[in-house]
């Protein structure tokens, strides 16, 4: 079993910057990908980035440019950095984990997934 913990969001003005992390704990060594998905109120869960066993990175195009995506893999830790925030990017932003797969990395089947962390950006 791997557990995922999410922390770092908050209330932001839009134009700001966040960062998220997601530590990952337990059977750690099994997972290959990790990714960030986020849902917004009364919207469908959506993919906003991955980084694959490799350091491979994939990003939605809403947040390509603006956020980035990298792993500690010493200490099984994920980071969304966030900048130029828009109020479209509020949303309940949830790290995800899996083991080795031919699934693409914007799939959203994940096998782990963590509790979510609320990001709320202000016009």
């Known amino acids: 079993q791997v557990r995922l913990a999410e922390s770092g969001g908050g209330l932001v003005q839009a134009g700001g910057s966040l960062r998220l992390s997601c530590a990952a704990s337990?059977?750690?060594?099994?997972?290959?990908?990790r990714a960030w998905f986020r849902q917004a109120p009364g919207k469908d869960r959506e993919f906003v980035a991955a980084i694959r066993w490799d350091g491979g990175t994939l990003y939605s195009d809403s947040v390509k440019g603006r956020f980035t995506i990298a792993r500690d893999n010493a200490e099984n830790i994920v980071y969304l950095e966030m900048n130029n925030l828009k109020v479209e990017d509020t949303g309940v932003y949830s790290c995800?984990?899996?083991?080795?797969?031919?699934?693409?990395?914007?799939?959203?089947?994940?096998?782990?997934w963590g509790q979510g962390s609320q990001v709320t950006v202000s016009s």
């Open positions: 337990g059977r750690t060594f099994s997972v290959t990908d």
């Open positions: 995800t984990a899996r083991v080795k797969t031919l699934m693409a990395l914007n799939n959203p089947r994940y096998k782990y």
